[in-house]
């Protein structure tokens, strides 16, 4: 997967504009590619959390599938885009994070995605840190045999090139 996003700060830190573009593919779902590009208003509330947002906005997804069939199209739509972010520190070296997303088709209601990745952070070193993450993915439209829902977890240990 490939992320770029934009962001620029609007009114008195409280509002970003955000412009971004995703392509990514995922053999399981039978996605060959899938790339979006759109745009999001978003606004920070201080709500107790050290970071928390709320964002809406639109974007235009194109996705092929790995084999095109009559049940397996490619799809070009508009979707909405709505989302919550948070991330809550407990100490210096510990945190979580959790981003879940909610993406209906703007032509079609039923048609959507709900993503989700709630993440608990281990701050080892500077450069280095150990994370278990937990990702819930629902897609009303899957491909022809493929499940609506999938539920990943992982240990990552990453580390930040400087």
Same mark, same amino acid.
């Given at each position: 997967? !490939?992320? $770029? &996003?934009?962001?620029?700060?609007?009114?008195?830190?409280?509002?970003?504009?955000?412009?971004?573009?995703?392509?990514?593919?995922?053999?399981f779902q039978n996605? =060959?590619? &899938?790339?979006?590009?759109?745009?999001?208003?978003?606004?920070? !509330?201080? /709500?107790?959390?050290?970071?928390?947002?709320?964002?809406?906005?639109?974007?235009?997804?194109?996705?092929?599938?790995?084999?095109?069939?009559?049940?397996?199209?490619?799809?070009? &739509?508009?979707?909405?885009?709505?989302?919550?972010?948070?991330?809550?520190?407990?100490?210096?070296? !510990?945190?979580?994070?959790?981003?879940?997303?909610?993406?209906?088709?703007?032509?079609?209601?039923?048609?959507? &995605?709900?993503?989700?990745?709630?993440? $608990?952070?281990?701050?080892?070193?500077?450069?280095?840190?150990?994370? /278990?993450?937990?990702?819930?993915?629902?897609?009303?439209?899957?491909?022809?045999?493929?499940?609506?829902?999938?539920? =990943?977890?992982? !240990?990552?240990?990453?580390y930040k090139l =400087?």
């Amino acid at each position: 997967m !490939v992320h $770029l &996003r934009y962001v620029h700060t609007l009114v008195d830190g409280l509002y970003d504009y955000e412009l971004f573009y995703q392509t990514e593919f995922n053999a399981f779902q039978n996605i =060959r590619i &899938r790339n979006l590009a759109g745009s999001n208003l978003r606004r920070k !509330v201080d /709500i107790g959390f050290d970071k928390f947002y709320l964002g809406t906005g639109i974007f235009y997804e194109y996705q092929k599938p790995d084999t095109r069939t009559e049940n397996n199209p490619i799809y070009q &739509r508009m979707k909405l885009n709505t989302y919550l972010s948070f991330l809550k520190k407990f100490n210096a070296h !510990v945190n979580v994070t959790y981003l879940g997303y909610y993406q209906p088709n703007i032509e079609e209601f039923s048609d959507y &995605r709900v993503s989700q990745t709630l993440q $608990l952070n281990n701050i080892l070193t500077e450069n280095l840190t150990l994370s /278990i993450e937990l990702m819930h993915h629902y897609n009303s439209t899957p491909y022809e045999n493929i499940e609506k829902n999938d539920l =990943r977890s992982t !240990v990552n240990l990453r580390y930040k090139l =400087r």
